[in-house]
């Protein structure tokens, strides 16, 4: 039952929707600019790289408190993987299908950062670090995005000291590149045919382009 109610915890804490209430605190509807995604990608190009980086810190931070924090809550013989496993995915849900936005939500990335900081921290900096490097060159955040989500299983698996298919954080991370790449989907469809935005405006207009977001 504890790790239930923790769960739900967790669900709605994913589902808190900081670009969308430090945009509009600030006098934008997300959903009605650029993608109409809450993510940070998105509110870079309303808003700028400052606030930006404030909302991927916080929906990174989700992800952490998560799989860090409320594990903490946990009877003793309880602090399993698979407990912190649950609550991952439950703060990923939330930040996707958010109950607070209708069910609609991010594309999980930040969200999906934050927990795997707290469950395979090795991975995910260098999951970081490799979206940082792609979208430094190819000014692509979504290639960026793909990038990481899909070398995050491997780097998972490489650095837990298990085999492929062992190592239960292993499945968790195959669940959530398969969810940032059907997230990204539309994302993907414009980088083939060569329509895809790159980064560089640090403000969106209502209605211009369509950008993936984090």
């Given at each position: 039952m504890r790790i239930a109610l923790l769960a739900v915890a967790a669900y709605l804490l994913g589902s808190i929707p900081f670009g969308f209430l430090i945009a509009r605190a600030r006098g934008v509807d997300l959903r009605q600019v650029g993608s109409g995604n809450i993510g940070s990608t998105n509110i870079y190009?309303?808003?700028g790289i400052g606030i930006a980086l404030l909302v991927f810190a916080l929906d990174a931070g989700k992800?952490?408190?998560?799989?860090r924090v409320l594990p903490l809550g946990l009877q003793e013989g309880m602090h399993t993987v698979g407990a912190r496993l649950i609550f991952g995915?439950?703060?990923m849900l939330g930040s996707v299908a958010s109950v607070f936005m209708g069910f609609r939500g991010g594309k999980g990335v930040a969200t999906g950062a934050g927990v795997f900081l707290g469950l395979a921290p090795l991975a995910a900096a260098i999951c970081i670090g490799l979206w940082a490097v792609i979208v430094a060159i190819s000014k692509y955040v979504s290639l960026g995005s793909l990038a990481a989500a899909a070398a995050l299983?491997?780097?998972v698996a490489a650095f837990g000291g298990s085999s492929?298919?062992?190592d239960p954080i292993f499945y968790l991370a195959i669940a959530v590149t398969v969810l940032v790449v059907v997230r990204h989907r539309s994302n993907v469809r414009r980088l083939v045919s060569g329509t895809e935005h790159k980064v560089g405006r640090s403000r969106v207009d209502p209605g211009v382009g369509k950008e993936g977001g984090a």
């Amino acid at each position: 039952m504890r790790i239930a109610l923790l769960a739900v915890a967790a669900y709605l804490l994913g589902s808190i929707p900081f670009g969308f209430l430090i945009a509009r605190a600030r006098g934008v509807d997300l959903r009605q600019v650029g993608s109409g995604n809450i993510g940070s990608t998105n509110i870079y190009r309303a808003l700028g790289i400052g606030i930006a980086l404030l909302v991927f810190a916080l929906d990174a931070g989700k992800g952490l408190v998560a799989t860090r924090v409320l594990p903490l809550g946990l009877q003793e013989g309880m602090h399993t993987v698979g407990a912190r496993l649950i609550f991952g995915a439950a703060v990923m849900l939330g930040s996707v299908a958010s109950v607070f936005m209708g069910f609609r939500g991010g594309k999980g990335v930040a969200t999906g950062a934050g927990v795997f900081l707290g469950l395979a921290p090795l991975a995910a900096a260098i999951c970081i670090g490799l979206w940082a490097v792609i979208v430094a060159i190819s000014k692509y955040v979504s290639l960026g995005s793909l990038a990481a989500a899909a070398a995050l299983p491997i780097l998972v698996a490489a650095f837990g000291g298990s085999s492929f298919g062992r190592d239960p954080i292993f499945y968790l991370a195959i669940a959530v590149t398969v969810l940032v790449v059907v997230r990204h989907r539309s994302n993907v469809r414009r980088l083939v045919s060569g329509t895809e935005h790159k980064v560089g405006r640090s403000r969106v207009d209502p209605g211009v382009g369509k950008e993936g977001g984090a």
